[in-house]
């Protein structure tokens, strides 16, 4: 039988040596140590991270879209990253990268990784707004400044670990830093526009619940409508 609690051990201790110890971390990366373990760890972990904030901000609207959140919110961290890693991949192959794209992924699993326990720490904060406050379009605002937020760090964190797993390599590697800094901006316009897609993650009070909704507009007029609400510009 297997013991749930030596799996929890296993797959979230993956997650605290990162955190705790990200220099010996990433080295191990880049021999390409353990990184099946690895990879599915920091899956696990950030999945499930991502999933309970997701499930909070639903919360709001309905058990419905709890649930729903709870399933997209990771969704779209992992097919924006399935989506841009290809891109990164062989940008560095074809500058002299000799890591894997088994090292590539892990990569950026970390910085995924980063982000969803930097959610997780904010839940406590959202979920007390959801409680005392019934402004659909301050609560949108909060969480696009927390999802801001954490994604700045996750890819501030990413440029980091890109500098100890990737630049290592001599060949290219200069050009190699100037694709990491092109392809994150490539990563947080298509993971922006994607949320859009997946949308609703909320869900409007006033609405019954819907999956997805229609394709019309984009992320950024949507924030900007929300800052005009607050403001009181119609």
């Not at 090292?103 to 997780?120: E, N, W």
């Not at 402004?135 to 890109?162: D, E, H, P, R």
């Not at 050009?175 to 409007?204: D, E, M, N």
Request: aromatic share 14%.
């Amino acid at each position: 039988m297997i013991d749930n609690k030596s799996i929890r051990v296993k797959y979230f201790g993956v997650l605290i040596s990162l955190l705790q110890d990200r220099e010996i971390f990433l080295e191990e990366i880049r021999q390409g140590v353990k990184l099946p373990q690895k990879i599915i760890s920091l899956l696990v972990c950030s999945s499930i991270f991502i999933a309970i904030y997701g499930g909070i901000i639903g919360a709001y609207h309905s058990w419905m879209q709890a649930l729903s959140s709870a399933v997209k919110l990771p969704a779209l961290y992992l097919i924006t990253l399935l989506i841009c890693l290809p891109t990164l991949y062989f940008s560095n192959i074809i500058f002299g990268s000799r890591r894997t794209f088994g090292q590539h992924l892990a990569l950026v699993l970390t910085a995924v990784s980063v982000t969803s326990v930097l959610l997780f720490s904010f839940a406590p904060i959202t979920l007390f707004f959801l409680v005392t406050t019934t402004n659909y379009q301050f609560l949108i605002l909060l969480n696009v400044i927390i999802f801001g937020l954490t994604g700045f760090i996750g890819v501030y964190s990413l440029y980091y670990a890109s500098k100890i797993v990737l630049e290592q390599d001599n060949q290219g590697s200069e050009t190699r830093t100037k694709i990491i800094k092109s392809w994150l901006f490539l990563y947080a316009f298509v993971g922006s526009q994607l949320g859009w897609t997946l949308r609703p993650f909320f869900g409007a009070p006033d609405s019954v619940f819907q999956l997805f909704r229609d394709r019309e507009g984009n992320f950024y007029l949507s924030v900007l409508k929300a800052i005009g609400y607050i403001l009181g510009i119609r």
